[in-house]
């Protein structure tokens, strides 16, 4: 399965004006953003994924912050097929390091927002203004990929806020299926807006890259306990995970 998705993301990158796109990236305050960038093929086996982790996810309220659903990455581990892939896909790998200019390392094996599925599915679903700021030691990389769009959970930000040497400038996007968004998550400061009533879902995978792998073991805590009461609950946080 891999080397099959290998070798169809590969193709498709071979199109991709890199150039281009890192130049793109850097003038709009690192965040980039490209509408049809997954191939038919890997979205739908992702879509498949999706399928058979409907029943893994974990509804989560956090007042004046966030409401809505995620899978984690250990649930993905267990049935998904397409999504941990894309994540450890050498292609996608090379091609985002070619956008942001840095050496991007996976996350630690035990991290369940390594990557991990946001789910939008009733109204009022939606999460408020945030960095993606990580508690590892170097710097954090989110990058979205869109398996459903739906009106109403635009994903809208504000770039080089924390840059005073720049005009911070405000944007909205609604991420159609198959789209890309990837940003620095320390410098994005990003939120997706509030689900409609009568609106169809919203599905995004969201992937961290890092650049030190390393962490303060207070600082795993810390991160343990965020991922456990905003996003995937105790047991899938806590309960058997893989070691650090």
Known sequence: MENQLSECLGDALENQDVAGLRKQYEEGGQLLIIENFLPGEVLDGALADLDRLRDRVNRNYVPHQKKGGAVSRHAIDQTGKMIGGLYRSPALRKFLEQ?????????????????????????????????????????????????????????????????????????????????????????????????????????????????????HPWRRLVSNVKDAVAYFGLREVFGGKPAS
């Open 99 to 215: 956008i942001s200019g840095a050496r991007l390392l996976d996350c630690s094996p035990s991290d369940p927002h390594t990557y991990a599925l946001y789910l939008y599915t009733e109204p009022g679903d939606h999460i408020s203004w945030h960095y993606d700021t990580s508690f590892y030691r170097g710097r954090r990389f989110t990058l979205l990929l869109a398996l459903i769009g739906n009106e109403s959970c635009r994903f809208e930000c504000e770039t080089n806020r924390r840059d005073k040497t720049k005009t911070t400038e405000s944007r909205a996007y609604s991420l159609k299926p198959g789209s890309l968004a990837f940003f620095d998550g320390d410098g994005l400061w990003h939120r997706v807006t509030k689900m409609a009533e009568g609106d169809t879902e919203r599905v995004v995978i969201t992937m961290e890259f890092v650049t030190d792998q390393s962490m």
